[in-house]
């Protein structure tokens, strides 16, 4: 196991290098200028010869390799320069909105996961039953509805009508309630969906038989047996959905003035400031990648046959 984790950790080198490449290439193809949209943030008029010391300033005068290798190392070192607005260090900026980010995600995970799980299991073992049909609406909902509608949905609702918790920022227990049930409703919509299916499909395996003729309990055959295994689907869309959450749920905290990281990110697209974009991109890069190989390490000890898989492609 350990080579094959090993193996995997090297894999995602070529992939943050090729990520680095692709956010210059883009960033350089921009019709924006860097030098200018550093003295538009900062409200000061553009002349040549304040363009032309800015340009030297951020190595734009250098060749385009040499700007490149200066972006590696800035980003290995974890520098990713000043704000053009606030002139403070983005890494500083970042660090201060993260925690909301992470515990905004962590709440509508942990909420998902306690409504699919019991939900998409119950659906398959009473198939076309009342708890079945419930199921199939609330996935229909949650797959339809948008987010920002049931946002502002919630918000009316429970804010405005029935005054039962906060309308925007974050401080108390009660400021998570409309947002996390906001993004865990989609999530809630897919796990379901996908942890019924899984079921129906273990349920029809041989070993399910097997162990039935054997006289062993049905709910040990459906905890330490079906469960477990049918469990994997939904376990990658949680490492997908994951690292989508931690690089900041944009639309649900620009709606909800939730202080994290997705509403930074957005008032540095208006700002156009490029060094927080550049982090931003290359966080949300390495987030996947890493929920992306957890989720890889726990379904390895949930089902071992993965591992073998793993193996024989490398």
């Known amino acids: 196991m350990a080579t094959y984790i090993s193996k995997r950790l090297l894999a995602v080198i070529p992939i943050v290098l090729f990520a680095i490449f692709l956010m210059f290439l883009l960033i350089r193809l921009s019709p924006v200028d860097p030098a200018e949209a550093y003295l538009s943030a900062a409200?000061?008029?553009?002349?040549?010869?304040?363009?032309?010391?800015?340009?030297?300033?951020?190595?734009?005068?250098?060749?385009?390799?040499?700007?490149?290798?200066?972006?590696?190392?800035?980003?290995?070192?974890?520098?990713?320069?000043?704000?053009?607005?606030?002139?403070?260090?983005?890494?500083?900026?970042?660090?201060?909105?993260?925690?909301?980010?992470?515990?905004?995600?962590?709440?509508?995970?942990?909420?998902?996961?306690?409504?699919?799980?019991?939900?998409?299991?119950?659906?398959?073992?009473?198939?076309?039953?009342?708890?079945?049909?419930?199921?199939?609406?609330?996935?229909?909902?949650?797959?339809?509805?948008?987010?920002?509608?049931?946002?502002?949905?919630?918000?009316?609702?429970?804010?405005?009508?029935?005054?039962?918790?906060?309308?925007?920022?974050?401080?108390?227990?009660?400021?998570?309630?409309?947002?996390?049930?906001?993004?865990?409703?989609?999530?809630?919509?897919?796990?379901?969906?996908?942890?019924?299916?899984?079921?129906?499909?273990?349920?029809?395996?041989?070993?399910?038989?097997?162990?039935?003729?054997?006289?062993?309990?049905?709910?040990?055959?459906?905890?330490?047996?079906?469960?477990?295994?049918a469990i994997a689907p939904m376990m990658t869309g949680l490492g997908m959905n994951l690292g989508k959450l931690l690089t900041g749920t944009i639309i649900i905290e620009q709606v909800f003035s939730w202080p994290g990281f997705g509403r930074y990110f957005v008032e540095a697209i208006f700002n156009r400031d490029i060094p927080v974009i550049q982090c931003y991109v290359m966080l949300a890069v390495c987030l996947f990648v890493i929920c992306n190989l957890i989720v890889d390490i726990v379904q390895m000890y949930m089902d071992p046959r993965i591992s073998l898989k793993g193996r024989a492609q490398f």
């Open 43 to 229: 409200h000061i008029h553009p002349t040549d010869e304040i363009l032309a010391e800015k340009r030297h300033e951020f190595g734009l005068d250098q060749p385009l390799w040499m700007q490149y290798v200066q972006t590696v190392k800035g980003i290995v070192l974890l520098d990713f320069g000043n704000s053009f607005v606030t002139n403070t260090p983005v890494w500083q900026e970042i660090a201060a909105r993260m925690p909301a980010t992470i515990q905004l995600a962590l709440s509508s995970i942990l909420l998902a996961i306690a409504i699919s799980i019991p939900l998409g299991f119950l659906s398959a073992v009473y198939k076309n039953g009342a708890i079945d049909h419930f199921s199939r609406l609330l996935s229909f909902l949650g797959a339809s509805i948008p987010q920002f509608w049931l946002g502002y949905l919630l918000i009316f609702l429970f804010s405005v009508k029935l005054d039962l918790f906060p309308v925007e920022g974050k401080g108390t227990w009660q400021h998570f309630v409309l947002p996390s049930l906001t993004l865990s409703l989609a999530l809630v919509a897919v796990y379901t969906r996908l942890l019924r299916a899984s079921v129906l499909e273990e349920l029809e395996q041989q070993y399910v038989l097997y162990a039935r003729t054997r006289g062993i309990k049905e709910k040990a055959i459906m905890g330490k047996h079906v469960l477990k295994i």
